[in-house]
């Protein structure tokens, strides 16, 4: 249980003072003051049913908290992903249960839907007593309806009519209600088309069931790994980042939460980008959660043939967002605009997303699925694309905004799709140019290592052949298998990495704006992703305890709920950025599997190992 924190009376709640709640469909971000205060559905890039996140006048709210709150603090379910905030008053505690419900018998497993397209707040006064504020603000307001059960709300901005009942009249909207010790309320908001509230059953006995259901779930995730309670965590985390029927998996759940206060790095991160996802699927098969993997192969696949080629990000049918607009009505996070809905990136090339697919397909493939005739097919295919993909500057994993480059990350990348394409034709006997593919990825990590190298910085860089600067992605080299973490040229990229990119205190930035020019000329946060691929590489350089002392320091940087959002101030360790980021807690679960492994001696892939052989 944390500890009790007073509750900021005005502004912007710190970002990680939230908590995340979902249902594989849409999901929403609960404040530590008992306000709702970001909330997309019935899907994860919907128009935002409510967003003071990004304008506290104009944004819209869900409030569930008493009058005269002080303190408060928040904590999950154990396993789940329900969340309670306790709100202490001077005369009171009350607690908020929240949780987007899940089908009876759920199993999260399985490419299917669960969530009910409905939300459940209980709020339940645990001492004394409190006037309890009930207010429903979406935003663009509502047209309020009264009906016996309770209120409909018509929604123009959004194309929804909510539900709102209440097990308590609620005689208006806002509205206020004295509660006493013992006393509780229930606030039920549905946005699907279900006939009834509750489909014959009573709200306690729903949320038993979305309990269940998520608990089923985490009991699969493996324990033998360092910090286990956080890996637990950051599972469901990414679960919640899932689309359920799909296999698509989103960056984030918000958008235009800054990387820097006040300034223009804003980007809306609730798309599936091919990069993320695959980074995604391959952390949660190493953890005992295999059969993400295959739905997300199955949607990457499906979504690149509808171009001929793989693009960057999709929304979560698998077809292009919608284009990048600024959305001049809000504000932003603390004065931070513009707040931006929709993502340009998808129309920059980066080759990456040749390796991030082959590798997935390679992972599963590697630990017993079957690939049919058309799925490597198109697999092969893939990979001639990347063939001579590599040859052509593009805008890197960083997605810079100015003319593209010839990334080194993205020529490994491509290394990356010509090796496993080549190791599963000649594992599994499939037609294709083995022997090519495996020479031409041997090609590129030569090119590589003495291409992309800088005698004057004694490390690899960003580009191959001309010069540029340091890049923390290539800490991502050795994980990837593409230079082992013990070459030499790798050990010395490490350093100049840990020494020239550091923001103190364990963190890194991800490049130097003024030596890596991207487009925005203006500072950002620390890139957590990429302390985590520094702890993996120091493991597999045999410095196990520095690693060790690393993890334990990133790990302290997590919020109370164990969350991590892109980026850390250096000054003061605030989070920045969109929250939760999916990448930083893949970081955290290939370091805590690494990390365990290399105490014991053993290698940190040994499921896949043989297939490398």
Not at 464 to 484: E, I, K, Q, T
Not at 556 to 568: D, N, R, T, V
Request: proline share 6%; aromatic share 8%.
């Amino acid at each position: 249980m944390g500890e009790w924190s007073p509750v900021p009376q005005e502004g912007y709640l710190p970002i990680e003072d939230h908590g995340l709640i979902g249902d594989g469909r849409g999901c929403a971000l609960v404040g530590r003051d008992g306000a709702i205060s970001f909330m997309c559905v019935p899907r994860f890039d919907a128009p935002p049913l409510f967003c003071s996140l990004l304008d506290r006048h104009r944004g819209g709210s869900f409030l569930l908290a008493p009058e005269g709150l002080r303190l408060s603090r928040q904590h999950y379910a154990e396993n789940t992903g329900v969340l309670v905030t306790e709100l202490r008053t001077d005369t009171g505690v009350l607690d908020v249960t929240d949780a987007f419900l899940l089908e009876p018998g759920a199993h999260l497993e399985e490419d299917a839907p669960a969530g009910r397209g409905e939300l459940v707040r209980h709020a339940k006064v645990t001492q004394g007593t409190v006037d309890l504020t009930v207010s429903v603000r979406p935003r663009g307001g509502a047209e309020p309806e009264r009906h016996v059960a309770g209120w409909l709300l018509a929604c123009p901005q959004q194309s929804l009519t909510l539900g709102l009942t209440a097990s308590r009249p609620l005689p208006d909207n806002p509205c206020t209600l004295p509660l006493r010790e013992g006393e509780d309320l229930w606030v039920h908001l549905r946005w699907s088309q279900r006939q009834g509230p509750y489909s014959g059953q009573t709200v306690a006995s729903c949320i038993d069931d979305t309990l269940g259901a998520w608990r089923r779930w985490s009991a699969h995730v493996v324990d033998d790994t360092a910090r286990p309670e956080m890996v637990r965590r950051s599972a469901i985390t990414l679960k919640l980042l899932d689309h359920f029927e799909n296999g698509a998996i989103v960056a984030a759940p918000t958008s235009s939460l800054p990387e820097c206060i006040g300034g223009d790095r804003n980007w809306d991160y609730r798309y599936a980008w091919i990069r993320d996802a695959a980074y995604t699927v391959f952390a949660l098969r190493r953890i005992g959660l295999p059969d993400e993997a295959g739905g997300f192969l199955h949607w990457a696949l499906t979504a690149a043939w509808r171009d001929g080629r793989p693009l960057v990000l999709y929304d979560v049918d698998g077809r292009p967002p919608p284009a990048e607009v600024i959305d001049t009505e809000l504000e932003g996070y603390r004065g931070s605009a513009p707040v931006r809905w929709g993502n340009a990136a998808v129309e920059q090339i980066q080759h990456d997303v040749y390796g991030e697919i082959l590798d997935c397909a390679f992972q599963w493939a590697a630990t017993g699925r079957t690939l049919s005739t058309d799925l490597w097919h198109r697999l092969s295919r893939l990979a001639e694309q990347a063939r001579t993909a590599w040859k052509t500057p593009d805008h890197g994993i960083w997605e810079v905004r100015t003319h593209g480059r010839p990334f080194t990350y993205s020529t490994a990348m491509c290394q990356v799709a010509l090796d496993r394409a080549a190791r599963l034709a000649t594992r599994l006997n499939l037609p294709g140019d083995a022997t090519t593919w495996a020479a031409e990825a041997r090609h590129l990590t030569e090119r590589i290592i003495h291409d992309a190298w800088d005698e004057r910085l004694n490390s690899l860089t960003e580009h191959l052949g001309a010069a540029g600067g340091l890049d923390a992605s290539l800490l991502a080299l050795p994980l990837r298998r593409v230079v082992p973490a013990d070459h030499p040229r790798m050990i010395a990229t490490t350093r100049a990495i840990t020494e020239r990119l550091d923001a103190g205190d364990g963190l890194l930035f991800r490049y130097l704006p003024q030596h890596s020019p991207d487009g925005l000329d203006e500072p950002e946060g620390a890139f957590l992703l990429c302390s985590f691929w520094l702890v993996d590489n120091l493991a597999g350089q045999g410095h196990v305890d520095e690693a060790s002392e690393l993890f334990e320091t990133l790990c302290s940087y997590a919020s109370p709920l164990g969350l991590f959002a892109e980026q850390i101030d250096p000054s003061d360790h605030t989070f920045l950025g969109n929250f939760p980021q999916a990448l930083s807690h893949v970081g955290l679960l290939s370091s805590a599997v690494v990390l365990a492994r290399a105490q014991r001696g053993l290698r940190p892939e040994l499921s896949t190992h043989a297939w490398f052989q």
